[in-house]
């Protein structure tokens, strides 16, 4: 069992950063993939980003590809989405997620959800 708590997200002005954290409880968590999707007003959820459970691969979709990064601390069980350049259409709840399969683009892929956090890009 593993539960995953979002903080991070804010208002924020295009051109802005913002560092997304998932807090994750469980020792097994360095065992689990994890990724972070979003999903905007009217939207589907959509991938975002993933990264393996050693941190040696890491997945983007094209439309935060060298804007965001993600990054893992196994020891202190925990996730980070760094977002950069942001845009306002990178408004959304961000969730993070966990997952055991292989195809980590896809969200029925992952065992646990956190609850999501806002992020607003707006001038």
């Known amino acids: 069992q593993v539960q995953l708590v979002e903080s991070g997200g804010e208002l924020v002005q295009p051109g802005g950063s913002l560092r997304l954290s998932c807090a994750a409880s469980?020792?097994?968590?360095?065992?689990?993939?994890m990724g972070w999707f979003r999903q905007a007003p009217g939207k589907e959820r959509e991938f975002v980003a993933a990264i393996s459970w050693s941190g040696a691969f890491t997945y983007y979709a094209d439309s935060v590809k060298g804007r965001f990064g993600i990054s893992r601390d196994n020891a202190k069980n925990m996730v980070y989405l760094q977002m950069n350049s942001l845009k306002p259409e990178d408004t959304a709840v961000y969730y993070c997620a966990a997952s055991r399969g292989t195809w980590l683009r896809v969200g029925s892929e992952y065992d646990y959800w956190g609850q999501g956090t806002q992020v607003t890009v707006s001038s």
């Open positions: 469980g020792r097994t968590f360095s065992s689990y993939a």
